[in-house]
């Protein structure tokens, strides 16, 4: 294996302008700095790839050009270290490079856009991202909270328990809200739409949203406990987008009583933005449908979920889908799945190679550390009423899970500051959605009892019919999948 110092020597002129293997202190906060899995392509070695990378990601191309200034070289991207035994590359990018009203969009255009298309590379996976402090400045974060949520539904110390109606599509309006109502009777908090849910000729959105406020207010009558509906308003074009939220706000939602769910890959990132920018006192709700072209660990090209997460704490996203670590249908890993749901949650947190701190706390705040080191504060109130830092961004767990599962999930999480949306795992209950959502209760409190579901099963028997059905029908596919995935 050639040495650092044959690589250097390798590096053309261009090359070398985009590599410093001596950089003093990258923390020093001027870049935001990445890891990536890499490969190298064609006859290029580990470094002189990776130059080209950082080249294509900030100022350069495949030529060293003429008109090159001084400044701009300045704002050079630099390969400042490298793992040859691991594949490993780390990437400092000058932060100034970016948009700077604070613009995700742009930042991956750099760091995961036409670099994932060169064939310089063989493989080449964004699988950390830091962020420095007087960088976090620039950026929203999430306004409306899973706290604000736990407040406006007196829910606290547990998961906020949710659903998403099924069949996904086909429902007419009336049965859609048919179905949320079951769910929120049944004792459930939160139901969504689906990430297709749209305007389609046989649910019509306006429609929608009038069956579901009925819905609401006769579930909310019923059991006297607030409830919430995340309303998908993907749409064509901003405007549409802007006119599905202002049909719910006009609708009559009580503030808190609704969230704006945005399918932030296929949506892109300027919707989820505007969505943090326009409705700050509503829970941004990201889905990540298409996540897995960048994310699934067989793919090489792409950024890992924690990246993705990450970003969307950025942005401003209240609460991003973050995956079942592995005990759902979707592909995904505990370290992967979890180390994203911690990032996102906490104020200062470990990722697979940064411990990020959402937060620029001074050293001599000795109050300001004692409260991000002690209760984990997601955000610091100054006395002039200014944050500090970026508040959470919650887990929101999905992906075939069912009431025999969320034990399995709290304890692989280690928390329950989440909110769990179950499909499926409630609507294929044998007796029904109420039943669904009773069930789901049920192996909640259960767990808040530190007692088995099987044992809590003996006196509810919503539960125990969820235990009977879902534990013997395990989903074919995930079977599937997991003996492929052990054979192989
Ligand atoms: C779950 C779901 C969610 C996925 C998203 C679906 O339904 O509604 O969109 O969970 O995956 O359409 O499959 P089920 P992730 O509960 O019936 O599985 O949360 O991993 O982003
Ligand atoms: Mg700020
Ligand atoms: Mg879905």
Redesign the pocket.
């Known amino acids: 294996m050639a040495t650092e110092k044959e690589l250097l020597k390798s590096l053309n002129d261009k090359q070398k302008a985009y590599v410093d293997l001596k950089l003093k202190n990258p923390k020093n906060g001027e870049y935001m700095l990445g890891v990536f899995h890499m490969l190298p392509g064609g006859d290029l070695n580990m470094l002189q790839a990776a130059a080209e990378i950082a080249a294509e990601s900030s100022t350069g191309t495949n030529f060293k050009v003429q008109t090159e200034t001084p400044f701009s070289r300045e704002m050079n991207a630099l390969v400042y270290k490298l793992d040859l035994k691991k594949d490993l590359v780390w990437i400092a990018y000058p932060w100034r490079l970016f948009d700077r009203i604070g613009n995700v969009q742009n930042i991956l255009t750099y760091i995961v856009g036409n670099v994932l298309g060169m064939k310089e590379v063989n493989a080449l996976k964004l699988l950390d991202v830091w962020f420095p402090p007087a960088f976090l400045e620039q950026y929203d974060g999430p306004s409306y909270t899973i706290d604000d949520m736990r407040k406006y539904l007196d829910v606290y110390d547990r998961p906020i328990l949710g659903t ?1 109606v ?1 069949p ?1 599509m086909g429902l007419t309006s009336a049965e859609y809200a048919e179905v949320a109502y079951d769910f929120w009777v049944g004792g459930g908090d939160f139901v969504k739409n ?2 297709p849910q749209a305007d389609q000729d046989f649910c019509p959105y306006d429609k929608m949203v009038k069956h579901v406020k009925e819905a609401m207010d006769k579930a909310v009558k019923e059991t006297g406990k607030k409830k919430v509906h995340s309303f998908n308003v993907s749409a064509s074009d901003f405007d549409t987008m802007i006119k599905r939220c202002e049909m719910i706000i006009s609708a009559g939602f009580e503030p808190g009583s609704f969230a704006f769910l945005i399918d932030g890959i296929t949506a892109g990132w300027m919707a989820v933005q505007t969505l943090r920018r326009r409705y700050p006192n509503v829970f941004i709700h990201f ?3 298409a ?1 897995g072209a960048f994310t699934r660990p067989e793919n090489p090209f792409g950024f890992s979920v924690l990246v993705l997460s990450k970003f969307a704490r950025l942005a401003g996203a209240s609460g991003i ?1 973050t ?2 670590a592995g005990v ?3 592909a ?1 890993t505990p370290t992967e799945d979890i180390t994203a749901a911690h990032n996102i949650l906490k104020f200062v947190s470990d990722g697979h190679f940064f411990n990020q701190e959402w937060a620029k706390v001074p050293e001599n705040d000795e109050d300001a550390i004692k409260i991000v080191h002690e209760d984990e504060a997601h955000h610091i109130i100054l006395e002039d009423d200014s944050w500090r830092g970026m508040k959470k961004c919650c887990p ?6 069912n009431p025999t599962l969320l034990k399995p999930f709290i304890d692989v999480m280690g928390s329950t500051d989440f909110i769990t ?5 409630c609507h294929a209950h044998p007796k029904g959605t109420k039943s669904g959502a009773a069930a789901l209760v049920q192996s909640c409190e259960a767990y808040l009892k530190g007692i088995s579901i099987e044992e809590y099963a003996k006196t509810h028997n919503e539960l125990k019919k969820a235990i009977d059905f879902f534990s013997k029908k395990k989903n074919k596919s995930v079977e599937q999948a997991e003996k492929t995935e052990s054979s192989s």
């Open positions: 998403i099924k996904k689906d990430e889905h990540r449908a996540h889908h995956g079942t759902g249908k979707m995904g929101i767990i999905s992906g075939g899970l949306t179950m499909g499926a795992g």
